[in-house]
């Protein structure tokens, strides 16, 4: 191959924003990508060239438009308000679907149509303002965020749910509660005596320090912390011992059973991000520096079906398989990598990449470019584009090696994986599949025949004002199947893994009771 293909894609600018940045009180989210756009056109070194020929501005969408409103509006059209903002003029608006997966699948879609000609230069943007929201809220304040629009734009949805009718019919309402299904799943496998049932008049406050498990995803969240005070952006940036991640305290009060606060993303900020995507030949037309290209060297992507239709709930094979696409397409293996980013809504994200990558010699800390989106922050669906800003960054300061972008959206159930570098690939261009692959359900949901015996497979318990409430639970069921459950309130002391349950329908839910 050539030393530079005229249509290889490149990321050719990156940039941030946050409300510190701005310097605005009230900064809405159009303000903040207005700003990320403003920088990564800057980041180019031909910011108006670059801007005049940007023909699709993608926007990822909105908390706002991802079922969680607040009163303030917003845009009818997100991807022209930013368009007309930054003071583009794109032929093409496109309004991406949700989840956290998305600003890597879009690097991949639109690689694939720059690479193909039918794109030429393409602006990703996001930015939320959930900060300012809840400032608004708690003083009384009155934001008028709404902008109409005529203008017809792509409005896209995803075909996979995010959570089931079962789950959500027994209260998995939440990451928080879905993603604790999986770490205490996890801590079986993890932490194997620790998974064994407890009496049931033991005490319990969830995750203990004395775990293995959660000694372990305390280090994760230290290590993390300390790269988030190197990031300007960062919300949180300060550091934090293991110790303290464990400790319940008025600071770091349960959100859930297995949750402390700081143990997972936090949304209350003001961020925004943005990336510009071109080819190399438009590069050269434009006049943008080549210490400024960065190349996608391959890329994957999988959906898995809903938490309950997978056979392993500790596992995440969408996870493995993606990333396994990407690097066979890169023609990478994990040890050659330099900087990664891996998505870290909660630690088991974090714990089941790292297992994925299987590098046993690298820190934890090398396992983020941001903080992560706990002390970062966790921006809604457009946390890795902060990802690939702070990737892009390291990857320009350390050059002879390719860096790796995890993103995930739902329950682990969209992954996207790119590998990137400064330098030429040496193998022809690849940038995931298409269509994206869908992992079929592998076990069977249903509801009880009369009273019928099973095991807990795994549980998490909401906390609401510091109060724990009914837990809820997969239930594998002696004749075979799963069934998700809520536990009798009176049964929620103690230990709830592998314990004995029966099994009944109550006003139209499952109810669990525990046997032994």
């Not at 608006?93 to 030429?120: D, I, K, W």
């Not at 320090?209 to 280090?219: C, G, K, Y």
């Not at 809504?345 to 790292?354: Q, S």
């Not at 594998?476 to 799963?482: A, F, M, N, V």
Request: neutral net charge; proline residues 7%; hydrophobic residues 40%.
């Amino acid at each position: 191959m050539s030393a530079h293909p005229e249509d290889l894609p490149i990321v050719v600018g990156v940039g941030e924003a946050s409300d510190a940045s701005l310097g605005l009180e009230w900064p809405s989210p159009i303000d903040l990508a207005k700003k990320a756009v403003e920088c990564a056109l800057r980041d180019t070194r031909q910011a108006e060239r670059v801007r005049t020929q940007i023909d699709t501005v993608v926007a990822i969408r909105s908390f706002r438009d991802s079922g969680l409103a607040h009163p303030f509006g917003g845009p009818n059209n997100v991807p022209e308000a930013i368009a007309r903002a930054a003071r583009i003029s794109p032929r093409r608006l496109v309004y991406g679907e949700v989840g956290g997966h998305s600003p890597q699948r879009y690097v991949h879609e639109f690689s694939r149509e720059l690479h193909g000609g039918t794109a030429r230069l393409v602006l990703i943007a996001g930015a939320e303002a959930m900060r300012t929201c809840k400032r608004a809220l708690a003083s009384g304040r009155e934001l008028r965020w709404d902008q109409p629009s005529t203008r017809a734009f792509e409005n896209r949805s995803s075909p996979v749910p995010i959570l089931s009718r079962a789950e959500i019919r027994h209260g998995v309402r939440s990451m928080i509660l879905a993603y604790g299904l999986i770490e205490n799943a996890q801590r079986v496998l993890r932490a194997p005596a620790w998974g064994r049932p407890r009496s049931a008049d033991s005490a319990s406050d969830g995750i203990r320090p004395t775990t293995l498990h959660a000694e372990r995803i305390a280090e994760i969240g230290a290590a993390f912390a300390r790269v988030a005070q190197t990031r300007t952006h960062a919300r949180y940036p300060r550091a934090v011992s293991p110790e303290a991640l464990v400790r319940p305290e008025d600071s770091n009060y349960r959100v859930s059973d297995p949750y402390l606060r700081w143990m997972v993303a936090q949304d209350s900020v003001d961020l925004g991000a943005a990336a510009l995507l071109t080819t190399v030949r438009t590069a050269r037309e434009l006049e943008i520096p080549p210490d400024r290209w960065l190349y996608l060297h391959g890329g994957g992507d999988c959906d898995a079906p809903p938490l309950s239709e997978r056979a392993r709930v500790a596992h995440s094979d969408a996870l493995e398989r993606a990333l396994g696409s990407a690097l066979d397409s890169a023609q990478v293996i994990p040890q050659q990598l330099g900087p990664i980013d891996l998505y870290s809504c909660f630690p088991c994200a974090v714990t089941l990449g790292i297992d994925a990558l299987g590098i046993r010699d690298r820190s934890l800390d090398s396992y983020t470019c941001t903080g992560g989106l706990t002390f970062f922050g966790g921006p809604g669906n457009d946390y890795s584009l902060h990802g690939l800003a702070a990737l892009c960054d390291r990857l320009r300061r350390e050059p002879d090696r390719p860096g790796l972008l995890l993103a995930n959206g739902g329950v682990l159930g969209k992954l996207s994986v790119g590998v990137y570098a400064a330098y030429t690939p040496k193998h022809p261009f690849s940038a995931g599949a298409e269509p994206v692959p869908q992992l079929p359900a592998e076990i069977t949901v249903r509801t009880p025949d009369g009273t019928e015996p099973g095991s807990i497979e795994s549980y998490t318990r909401p906390y609401v004002r510091g109060a724990p409430r009914a837990a809820i639970a997969f239930v594998q069921l002696q004749k075979g199947g799963r069934t998700v459950a809520e536990l009798e309130e009176h049964t929620q002391v103690g230990e709830l893994l592998l314990r004995a349950v029966t099994c009944s329908i109550v006003n139209q839910r499952v109810v669990a009771r525990i046997t032994e």
